[in-house]
């Protein structure tokens, strides 16, 4: 989402990015479309003192460090879909790279996660529900509108039927605001 000095900012799940209980410290690699690995680092605001990761809205942001990279920034939408609006979500389900499905928003609405602790992710607002087909390892992954803007981040899905659920942009800039912007 964001570009300077050659650092690419990205944003991921806190469940993703949060460092494991039995962990003393970990290490991000940061693999972009074309199969170039990257050492990542979890973001800290020099003015506000604080990491940006944060179980409450459950996204983080890492960066990493590049001069040959072709990646490009994806912009953000300006205001958050509508049911039956098209999404497209972007991720690596199950190790595949480069994965891209379609599908339509169903709803906002909030959900409980069962198997993951609130350390990892403790949302509490209504979500945007879709039926853009992922699977485990599309934490993370965009979700874009019909203009290639970005109107969610991929957070969980069920495993019976196929419905996932995403942070929503309003979220999104909300958590930006206060934990990587001044």
Do not use: W
Not at 24 to 50: C, H, M, R
């Amino acid at each position: 989402f964001h570009i300077q000095n050659g650092y690419y900012y990205i944003l991921t799940n806190c469940h993703v990015a949060v460092i494991k209980d039995s962990y003393k410290k970990q290490k991000f690699t940061i693999e972009d479309y074309q199969g170039n690995s990257y050492d990542g680092y979890l973001y800290k605001n020099p003015n506000k003192e604080v990491e940006a990761i944060a179980a409450k809205y459950d996204l983080a942001c890492v960066y990493f460090k590049s001069t040959s990279t072709n990646v490009k920034k994806l912009e953000f939408a300006s205001s958050n879909l509508n049911s039956k609006d098209d999404v497209i979500a972007v991720g690596a389900p199950e190790g595949q790279s480069n994965t891209i499905t379609y599908g339509n928003v169903l709803n906002y609405e909030k959900i409980t996660l069962k198997d993951t602790s609130i350390r990892e992710s403790n949302v509490t607002f209504d979500v945007m529900a879709h039926n853009a087909y992922t699977n485990n390892g599309s934490s993370g992954g965009p979700i874009l509108n019909a203009n290639l803007e970005v109107v969610g981040v991929n957070y969980a899905g069920t495993e019976n039927i196929q419905r996932a659920y995403a942070i929503p942009l309003k979220k999104i800039k909300e958590f930006l605001t206060y934990y990587v912007y001044n």
